[in-house]
């Protein structure tokens, strides 16, 4: 079955250090990698996406590329804010007909992030 | 345009006692799904519905069912609660044409 590995937390950086938050992960077929942000008593949302072999997918400052012969799709930021404190997930998407866009996530990454 | 939004925020339940979650959503979406979130664990899916009129069991299905009542609305039930389904639950929606997931602000449930 599919599965996916985040390196584990908790990630504690100070203001403006450099980010990475390892992920792994086993499929059959090409999924679509994700990786989605929860901030404090809120919902997960999604930060950013791919969708194939070496697509770079980034927003907010965010890069993440999928790596098919390392099967990867490591977060990472040059220069992390306090803002950017909250758990990461990283998860994958074994779209078909007849599950929707079912996924599969990561144990999630704490970062905290310090003035 | 509110996305997915659950209902109630917060319930604490006695063992035993029953409750319903709901969910809608507003973007037309064909597929919603139910999680809960464990400290360490993730999230893990308990049931989805791909349409309207199906639903199918997930990772964690036991103790719960579902109900699609329309193409906007998919609740979950907890028919005697346990002390083990204390968690977060969340809802989720996707659309046909794309892959990711759209989700809810979470319920928090305590059962004592």
């Known amino acids: 079955g599919n599965s996916v590995t985040q390196m584990e937390g908790p990630v504690t950086l100070s203001e403006e250090a450099f980010l990475t938050i390892n992920c792994t992960y086993t499929?059959?077929?090409?999924?679509?990698l994700f990786w989605y942000v929860q901030y404090p008593g809120e919902g997960l949302q999604l930060l950013l996406k791919?969708?194939?072999?070496?697509d770079k997918g980034s927003n907010k400052g965010f890069e993440a590329t999928y790596r098919k012969e390392t099967t990867s799709f490591h977060l990472e930021k040059g220069s992390v804010q306090v803002s950017d404190s909250a758990v990461y997930f990283c998860?994958?998407?074994?779209?078909?007909?007849?599950?929707?866009?079912?996924?599969?996530f990561g144990e999630g990454t704490q970062l905290t992030v310090n003035p | 345009n509110a996305g997915v939004t659950q209902t109630p925020k917060f319930q604490v339940l006695k063992t035993g006692q029953s409750m319903t979650l709901q969910c809608a959503q507003d973007?037309?979406?064909?597929?919603m799904y139910w999680y809960r979130q464990d400290p360490g664990m993730g999230l893990r899916l308990i049931y989805y519905?791909?349409?309207?009129?199906?639903?199918d069991k997930g990772e964690v299905p036991n103790g719960y069912n579902v109900s699609r009542l329309n193409k906007r609305e998919f609740s979950l039930r907890l028919e005697s609660a346990a002390p083990s389904q204390t968690s977060v639950y969340f809802c989720?929606?996707?659309?046909?044409?794309?892959?990711?997931?759209?989700f809810g602000p979470g319920t928090r449930l305590t059962v004592t």
């Open positions: 989720a929606s996707s659309s046909d044409r794309g892959y990711e997931q759209y």
């Open positions: 499929a059959t077929g090409y999924p679509s």
């Open positions: 791919a969708t194939k072999a070496d």
């Open positions: 998860a994958l998407s074994d779209r078909n007909e007849a599950s929707g866009s079912r996924l599969t």
């Open positions: 973007m037309n979406h064909n597929s």
């Open positions: 519905s791909a349409s309207e009129g199906t639903t």
